[in-house]
């Protein structure tokens, strides 16, 4: 358990910066289309965009400096409550205990923890509004999910270190009730990054980098069914818990969140061939990833 002593003081974290893919353009947090209240909380590298009528984060969006980041190591599972919320606005200990629901991180410890902050970057991380319920299988096995990040920050790299990552739960109206908290079954994750412009004819300058982004869904539907003894309906599976690369564009449609430059800038519309997609459908269809050679960045 976590005592009150172990609750950091929150009240001078400035949060994530819209302008950290500088000189890229801003990137802003995401923001609800459809008016669900939303509270912005700040931590140190990232901020999370909070339903308080729902428990858990809508969005978190972390500043990831791949040059700067700190191998910190982790000291327990110091879960707190964060103090800025009602108690009854944030999932806490009861909902994970005694069953196979993990606190996933939305934003990891490793993508925030880097620069001299890193070692507070890192404890921020255990913020509850921070965690997910997500059914243990999924959150302990699947690798290509959960180092995801790391894939697109190998990518990056090559043009630049900074990354942005947007993380959070797809929330729907029949999703199964457990404890007081209605169990999110899909995951959505949006890496931003920059990249440079091609050179021109006759060799012109290029300009500056361009944004860059992609999107990735991932369904635990089955193994929450398993948790929460609840029968799911009307929601498709996506199979085996397979991580899928999708429009930027789907994920703004399936969460009502206003996702910015992000879905302009999606990578996938431009790498899949358009004999690759249904006929008179501009949009290519969602893709399964096997492993990092499938992803399109």
Known sequence: MTHAADVPDLSHRTGYDPRFLAPGPPV?????????????????HFSVVHRPDRRLAAATVVAVDG????????????WFLDP???PDEQAGAQLYARNDLDRGHLVRRRDAGWGPQAARADADTFAYTNAAPQAAR?????????GLEDHVLAHARRWGTRLVVVTGPVFADDDPQYRGVRIPRRFYKIAAYLLPQPV????ADPGGPVLASAGFVLDQTPLVEQVVRAQAHDVPELGGFRTFQVPVEDIGDLTALDLGPLVAADRMPVLVPAAARPAGDPVPAW?????AGDLLL
């Open 28 to 44: 802003p947090l995401p923001v609800p289309l459809d008016g669900a209240p939303v509270v912005v909380l700040p931590y140190t």
């Open 138 to 146: 999924f959150n302990q096995s699947m690798q290509l999910w959960l």
């Open 67 to 78: 040059a700067a980041l700190v191998d910190v190591p982790r000291r327990g599972d110091g």
């Open 287 to 291: 893709r399964p990833l096997a492993g």
């Open 84 to 86: 800025r919320l009602a």
């Open 200 to 203: 021109g004819p006759g060799g």
